[in-house]
């Protein structure tokens, strides 16, 4: 991925910050590595990346046996919640969600953008393989 990708898929996780309810996104390769990212200090990066590549390849896994893919992985804790989407066979996208706020309304926002993310990397050899 070229530094041009990084900066127009950095744009795209901006644009999500404007969205009610969003607290922070980030977007991670299966190997939990970051790509980009827009969150506070106090959310750990790398952490962040280990744990959502962790959680999507485990679940990817458990669900084999149903024939079905993934459309994300919700995970509330006391303050916020944690959605995990894949963007695409190898990258992830981390949206932090306030805790008290219409779910369905800003996963749509959440989902828009995603289609926006698999536009600008959908050429990239080593994003696609």
């Known amino acids: 991925m070229d530094s041009i990708q990084v900066e127009q898929l950095s744009k795209e996780l901006i644009k ?11 977007l991670v390769n299966r190997n939990g590595l970051t790509i980009t990212s827009r ?5 750990n990066e790398k952490k962040i990346g280990a744990l959502a590549a ?20 919700t995970v509330e804790y006391n303050e916020y919640q944690v959605v995990i989407m894949g963007a695409t ?7 932090f969600i306030e805790h008290n706020i219409d779910l369905g309304i800003t996963l749509i926002e959440v989902e828009e953008s ?16």
Do not use: H, P
Not at 39 to 43: D, E, L, P
Not at 55 to 63: C, K, L, V
Not at 89 to 95: D, F, G, K, N, P
């Open 16 to 26: 999500l910050e404007s969205v009610l309810g969003i607290i922070g996104t980030v």
């Open 39 to 43: 969150v506070t200090r106090v959310f």
């Open 54 to 73: 962790t959680m999507f390849e485990a679940m990817e896994t458990a669900i084999t046996e149903l024939n079905e893919e993934i459309c994300n992985i």
């Open 89 to 95: 066979s190898q990258v992830i996208l981390v949206a």
């Open 114 to 129: 995603l289609i926006n993310i698999q536009e600008i990397i959908k050429d990239d050899e080593n994003v696609n393989k």
